[in-house]
């Protein structure tokens, strides 16, 4: 994929545009970048156009001025659409990167055609006290960060992968990580709850691993459940499902994007 970066932003993203179809946007999840959705870019390369965005603060977004926080995502975003003449698009976010399509949909809801998300959670209608069962454990990882991102690392691909093959891609992005990117993370807390729950005008996909947290799993079943949409919960796989179970993610999202090709 082109590696590009975004004017006047900190933005680097990456574009294949290698099929004279729609556009398929991948967002990744915290402490990694981009290249954790390398085998879906194999897979979908000439199927779709790729556009993937490294979040502020990971991979190649680290050139932040002071004015530059995670609330500006959707909007920097959206000036990459801009810049390529890019209607409407697909979004598949991974955990934090599920955060990030969903806020772009508040926003931009006329330029998506769908949403994947992927050991998220429905930032329009997010109950606070599902989170306290996961802070405590949150914090004595960040304070291991703090000392060292290796010790971090070895403890977070734990966490978010399941076998040793994704562990270990897990660990070698997110040794990568720097820890004065922290402070960018604060910023998430507003896009939670920021706009009203409301009815989709485009087809939702929620998901995570079997293996994920069993808070995750019940998140996801909830949320299925009074949205009404397609769920999957993948065998063998935790909470980076597409990093765990590639072959299957990438042939049950292309049956996804069929359907809602389909739909229209």
Not at 24 to 42: G, Y
Not at 50 to 57: F, K, Q, R
Request: aromatic share 14%; hydrophobic share 40%.
């Amino acid at each position: 994929m082109k590696n590009l970066y975004l004017e006047n932003s900190p933005v680097a993203y990456y574009i294949d545009k290698t099929a004279n179809k729609e556009w398929l946007v991948f967002i990744h999840a915290a402490f990694v970048d981009h290249r954790m959705f390398e085998k879906q870019f194999d897979y979908f390369s000439g199927k779709y156009n790729l556009l993937a965005i490294d979040i502020l603060g990971h991979g190649n977004s680290t050139r932040a001025k002071k004015c530059d926080t995670v609330e500006k995502t959707s909007d920097w975003i959206n000036r990459i659409f801009l810049k390529h003449d890019i209607s409407a698009a697909h979004f598949v976010g991974v955990s934090l990167g599920s955060v990030f399509i969903q806020d772009f949909a508040n926003k931009y809801e006329n330029k998506v055609l769908s949403l994947a998300c992927f050991g998220g959670y429905d930032i329009n209608n997010f109950d606070t006290t599902k989170q306290k069962a996961n802070s405590k454990a949150q914090m004595k990882m960040m304070l291991k960060a703090l000392f060292s991102v290796k010790w971090f690392a070895k403890a977070n691909k734990k966490i978010s992968a399941y076998t040793n093959e994704a562990q270990t891609e897990f660990y070698n992005l997110n040794i990568q990580f720097k820890k004065s990117s922290f402070k960018y993370m604060a910023g998430l807390q507003k896009l939670v709850n920021k706009y009203p729950a409301k009815q989709r005008k485009y087809e939702l996909l929620v998901g995570c691993g079997e293996h994920d947290i069993p808070t995750e799993i019940e998140i996801v079943n909830e949320w299925a459940e009074y949205e009404n949409c397609d769920k999957i919960i993948f065998k063998g796989a935790g909470h980076c499902v597409n990093m765990d179970a590639p072959q299957e993610f990438n042939v049950y999202l292309e049956k996804f994007l069929q359907k809602c090709h389909s739909a229209v």
